[in-house]
Structure formats: C-alpha cells, structure tokens
C-alpha cells in the first residue's frame, strides 16, 4: 500500500531504493528493446521469405520457357522464317 500511495517517496529509504529503481528501470528498457528488435526481426524474415518464395516461383516459370524455347523443333521453325535450314547430314569425327 506505501507503493501505491506513493508515501515511500518521503521516507529516508528511497535513497536507499533508488539505485534499485533505476536498476529495474534500465532492465525494463532492455527487455521492451529487446522484445521490439525480435519483433522487427521476425517481420523481416517473414517478408525475406515471401521474396524468396516469388522468386523461385518466377524462376521456374522462366526456365520453364526457356527449356520450351530452345527445343530443336522450336528452334528450328524460328530458323526456318528467318531463311535458315536444319542440316540433315551428320558427321562422325575421329579423333586422332
């Protein structure tokens, strides 16, 4: 009840109690510092993850296209508008 009504302000013992206080005081700081920096933390690596979860989607699709635009029969029909034949002749060389 002294706490609460605020009487142990007026007595000698809250010099005694004041280094206490400021002690207690400077760890609640700490631990709500603390709490807030995991917070923080915790945002960023969800974000993070949620980037990267795009990119590697976005990167499948790509090499998906890519594989599908460089198979021969696609090459070869681009080739083909632009002039271009496919060789049908294979050579087998020796190595000597």
């Known amino acids: 009840m002294r706490i609460l009504g605020g009487s142990f302000l007026t007595r000698e013992d809250f010099s005694k109690m004041f280094p206490f206080l400021v002690y207690l005081t400077v760890l609640l700081m ?20 949620l980037a990267l979860r795009d990119l590697r989607v976005e990167y499948i699709y790509v090499k998906s296209a890519y594989t599908k635009e460089s198979t021969q029969t696609v090459m070869i029909d681009k080739l083909l508008s632009k002039g271009l034949k496919e060789s049908l002749e294979t050579r087998i060389v020796n190595p000597k």
Request: charged letters at 20%.
């Open 30 to 49: 700490l631990i709500i510092t603390n709490a807030y920096i995991a917070e923080s933390t915790s945002r960023a690596i969800k974000k993070n993850t």
